[in-house]
């Protein structure tokens, strides 16, 4: 079996988390030919996860990791930085479904982010990880009703949780344009450049990390061969880490069940001191949208601040330039009505990413060929669900059993979706109803 890969990620805009880092250390493309005992392919929150895992494990072992770009340089460093520990559907009203599904969701999440605080506090890596919690923040009637039946999910679960009054969430965010919201201890907060460059920077020395190294071909076999530019990798066993790439992958049945859909940044230039001391409010916080399609705002210690928001639906899977110029263009908007405190405040860094959803939020999880295992579809949830599924396809590879496994593995497959040209009117129409009716909350 042969997988083409037709579509490599592009430079889709300037990630601020990105490009505010230090330049990183030349990269170390593949070149020639490679012999692994295992081979994961991409460098995101599931195959740094995977190759640390499978090393941790079996230390023996040569584990090649490559991606196409550099660490941090995909959708693993162009989040939002939320590390989400509570359910996070994003197709329902309120982020909440079924009941035994949130809890399970909730346990996958947890063990996540105690995995990565382990490897974050060993290794020391610099990330400004922040165990603060997330606001969710309503701005009109649809976005309260959306806020009181999250609640009352919240509560059903037993989880903890405090609402806020306009003026408590003004005190939070310097701005009143919030009527109320609700304050969730779990989720961390991180800057997901620098987290994800400083996975890549402190793997296992069994792990072959190579960068800048796009994989054209794959062919399915015994090993398995990955073709790059440059050279060749032949492993008995693979990992699919690729995300919303392996979208393209009809030969293992992905293609026609897991899509690729892009959402948008922006990073503003740092506030100067009298910016900071109009606004208000506290230094850094984090606000997800009652209404899942509304804005998400974070406000970093650094003074600057982060607005996210905009769906599209990109099977090509990349955001051209009058994508970018709209979302920037929403994200002014939002900024506007937030902060109109702030005139004049420049949106320094506007990017895509990919996301990787099905339609029933199902996962592939699992062997979906001999050898060939995939940890890809986060359904939006990446720094947690993706962290929690390559650490777990790692330990199902290698055979062994836990609970945590068994939930993964009983999670529901994606659902087929209708063909094209009716998929993808069907989503391009679902996303502009859906942002019409989340109105002001965007
Ligand atoms: C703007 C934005 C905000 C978001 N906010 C949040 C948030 O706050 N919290 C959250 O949990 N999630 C958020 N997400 C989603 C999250 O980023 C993703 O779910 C997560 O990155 C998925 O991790 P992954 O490792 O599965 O895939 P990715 O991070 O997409 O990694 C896949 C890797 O595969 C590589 N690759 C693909 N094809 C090839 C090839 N042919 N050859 C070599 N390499 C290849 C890519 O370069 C990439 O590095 C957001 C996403 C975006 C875009």
């Known amino acids: 079996m042969q997988l083409n890969c037709n579509f490599l990620p592009q430079d889709d805009g300037r990630c601020g988390w990105y490009e505010t880092l230090p330049t990183p ?119 309260e009703r959306a806020l009181e039946t999250f609640a009352k999910g919240l509560s059903g679960l037993d989880e903890p949780y405090r609402l806020l009054d306009a003026g408590e969430m003004k005190a939070v965010t310097g701005t009143d344009c919030y009527r109320s919201g609700l304050h969730a201890p779990g989720t961390v907060l991180v800057q997901p450049a620098a987290l994800v460059r400083g996975l890549g920077a402190t793997l296992p020395e069994n792990v072959l990390l190579y960068e800048d190294t796009p994989v054209r071909k794959i062919e399915v076999g015994k090993p398995h061969t990955l073709v790059t530019d440059q050279g060749r990798v032949h492993a008995p066993r693979l990992v699919l880490a690729n995300n919303a790439y392996a979208a393209q992958f009809g030969e293992l049945g992905l293609k026609g069940r897991i899509l690729p859909v892009y959402t948008y940044g922006s990073l503003t230039r740092p506030l100067a001191p009298q910016q900071v001391a109009e606004l208000g409010g506290e230094q850094s916080w984090g606000l997800i949208p009652a209404d899942p399609m509304g804005t998400t705002v974070r406000r970093m210690g650094s003074g600057r601040i982060c607005i996210r928001n905009s769906f599209t639906y990109n099977p090509r899977l990349t955001a051209g330039a009058s994508r970018l110029a709209r979302a920037r263009a929403a994200h002014r908007r939002s900024f506007e009505r937030r902060f109109p405190m702030l005139p004049g405040v420049e949106l320094e860094y506007t990017w895509g990413g990919a996301l990787c959803v099905s339609r029933n939020g199902g996962t592939p999880f699992g062997e979906l060929a001999a050898g060939v295992f995939s940890a890809v579809c986060q359904n939006g949830l990446g720094l947690a669900r993706g962290t929690i599924s390559g650490k777990l396809i790692a330990e199902y590879a290698l055979g062994m059993e836990s609970e945590l496994l068994d939930i993964m593995l009983n999670l529901p497959q994606p659902v087929a979706n209708p063909p094209e040209p009716l998929l993808g009117m069907g989503i391009r129409s679902t996303l502009a109803w859906k942002e019409w009716q989340a109105g002001t909350e965007l």
């Open 25 to 143: 250390p030349a990269s170390i493309p593949l070149k020639g030919e490679v012999r692994a005992d295992w081979v994961v392919l991409g460098a995101g929150l599931a195959g740094l996860a995977a190759a640390r895992r499978l090393a941790e494990l079996q230390p023996d072992a040569v584990i090649a990791l490559l991606d196409a770009r550099r660490v941090g340089f995909g959708a693993a460093g162009r989040n939002s930085g939320f590390m989400i520990d509570l359910p996070h559907d994003l197709t329902s009203h309120d982020y909440t479904g079924d009941r035994t599904a949130d809890r399970q969701q909730i346990r996958l999440n947890r063990a996540a982010i105690d995995y990565m605080r382990g490897i974050v506090k060993r290794q020391g890596i610099d990330c400004d990880w922040r165990e603060q919690g997330k606001l969710h923040g309503a701005i009109e009637a649809r976005g």
